[in-house]
C-alpha cells in the first residue's frame, strides 16, 4: 500500500515520532545521507546486526546504539538524533586521532622560513627562504632499536646493516672491526635510536606504521619550533649539553632516546644523537630554486638530505639550518616518521610493503 506522504513514524532512538522522509526539509535529508556515508567508514569490516538489538533505554549513545543509522529502521531517525549521532561519529574520530599521534607533535599549516641569512651557515644554506607547509604531524622521538627490530621481525628484511644475516658488519658473524665493535654497543640498548639504516629502510618502517619519512622543509619547521637562530633552543652552541648528544659529549656512541632537553616543540633528540633520514634528494644549490609551498626536494640525485647533527660531529653540525647528505647506511644515521594531518583526516593508508627490502 503506497505511503501517505508526511506519515508519522517513530524515531528507534529516543521514540519520538517523525514525518516519513518525503515531508523532511533538503537539508536534514542531505545531512542524513552524509552521516550514512560517514558511518559506512566507521562500520567497515563489522557484521550487520538487527537495530532492534541496540534499542536504547535512554538517550545517550553508544556504539552500539549507533548502528541502528546502519539499519532499516534508520529512515524513521528524527533530526536531533541524527546530529546527536554526527556529533558522535566526530568526537569518535577525534578520539583516534589522538591516539593514532598521542607521540607526535602538530605542525599546522602555514609560513616558516629555512636556510641561514647572508653571512651564517654554509653555502648551501642560502638563500634563507619562506616556504608554507600544510599541517602536518611528527615523531618525538627518533625511532628506537626496539621498536625498528620488531618491525624487522614482523617482515623478514629490512635488516640494519649490522643485523643483516652473513653481513661483514654482523655482530655475531661479522669481520672484527671498528663498525662491529661499534654496532655492539647498540645490540643492548634497545631504546637508543636505531643507525645502519638506509633511507629506504626507513621508509619502509615508517609505511608499516601509515607514515613517512618527512621533507627536508617540514624537518627544519620542526627543529625550529618557531624559532630563528641557529638552534631551537638559542643562538649559538653554549647550551648544547643540554639538548643534544654531540662529540664534546657522547663518549663515541649514541645514548638511549629522551635523555636531553625536547625543543619547545617537545621533539627529543632533534639536535644531535643521531643525524636523521629525510625524504628529500640533496642538491647543494636547490634552495636557489626550491618552490614556496611544500617542497620536496630535487626528483632525482645520489645522495638523501639528513638532518641534525649526531653523536660523531661537533655541536655546530646540529644547527637547525645545517643541511648534509649521504647515500648509504652509516652508524650514526637515523630516523623519525611523519605524516600529514591530511593524510589522518581522510583515514589514507600508505601501503605498508612500499621499499621494503628483503635482504
Not at 640494519?160 to 663498525?179: C, L, Q, R, V
Not at 617537545?266 to 636547490?286: A, F, M, P
Request: include cysteine; charge should be negative.
Amino acid at each position: 500500500m503506497p505511503k501517505t506522504p508526511g506519515a508519522k513514524k517513530i524515531c528507534p532512538h529516543c521514540g519520538k515520532s517523525t514525518p516519513d522522509k518525503t515531508s523532511i526539509p533538503p537539508h536534514i535529508f542531505i545531512s542524513a545521507l552524509l552521516l550514512g556515508a560517514a558511518f559506512v567508514f566507521w562500520a567497515s569490516g563489522r557484521g550487520r546486526q538487527s537495530a532492534q538489538q541496540f534499542m536504547p533505554v535512554s538517550g545517550k549513545l553508544t556504539d552500539g546504539i549507533i548502528a541502528y543509522i546502519n539499519s532499516p529502521e534508520a529512515d524513521t531517525a528524527c533530526g536531533p538524533c541524527l546530529a546527536s549521532a554526527n556529533n558522535f561519529l566526530k568526537e569518535k574520530k577525534e578520539a583516534e586521532l589522538r591516539e593514532k599521534t598521542k607521540d607526535m607533535a602538530r605542525l599546522p599549516a602555514g609560513e616558516y622560513f629555512m636556510g641561514s641569512p647572508e653571512g651564517a651557515g654554509d653555502p648551501d644554506e642560502h638563500p634563507r627562504h619562506a616556504v608554507y607547509l600544510d599541517a602536518f604531524y611528527i615523531d618525538k622521538y627518533e625511532t628506537t632499536i626496539g621498536d625498528y627490530m620488531r618491525f624487522v621481525k614482523d617482515t623478514s628484511g629490512n635488516y640494519p646493516e649490522w643485523a643483516k644475516p652473513n653481513g661483514k658488519f654482523n655482530i655475531d658473524s661479522g669481520k672484527e672491526d671498528y663498525y662491529k665493535r661499534l654496532y655492539s654497543l647498540l645490540k643492548t640498548c634497545e631504546t637508543c635510536p636505531i643507525a645502519g639504516v638506509t633511507a629506504q629502510n626507513a621508509q619502509a618502517y615508517c609505511a608499516s606504521k601509515n607514515r613517512r619519512l618527512p621533507t627536508e622543509a617540514e624537518w627544519e619547521a620542526a627543529a625550529r619550533a618557531g624559532s630563528e637562530t641557529e638552534f631551537s633552543f638559542g643562538g649559538n652552541s653554549v647550551p648544547a649539553g643540554d639538548y643534544a648528544w654531540h662529540d664534546g659529549n657522547s663518549g663515541a656512541k649514541p645514548h638511549p632516546v629522551g635523555e636531553k632537553k625536547p625543543n619547545p616543540l617537545g621533539l627529543y633528540d632533534i639536535h644531535g644523537n643521531v643525524w636523521e633520514w629525510t625524504s628529500d634528494y640533496y642538491e647543494k644549490w636547490y634552495y636557489q630554486k626550491s618552490p614556496n609551498r611544500d617542497p620536496r626536494g630535487p626528483e632525482k640525485a645520489e645522495e638523501r638530505v639528513i638532518r641534525g647533527g649526531s653523536w660523531a660531529f661537533d655541536a655546530d653540525a646540529a644547527r637547525s639550518a645545517n643541511r648534509a647528505s649521504n647515500d648509504r647506511s652509516n652508524d650514526d644515521i637515523g630516523f623519525r616518521c611523519a605524516v600529514s594531518e591530511s593524510a589522518l583526516s581522510a583515514g589514507e593508508e600508505t601501503a605498508a610493503n612500499l621499499a621494503i627490502e628483503k635482504q
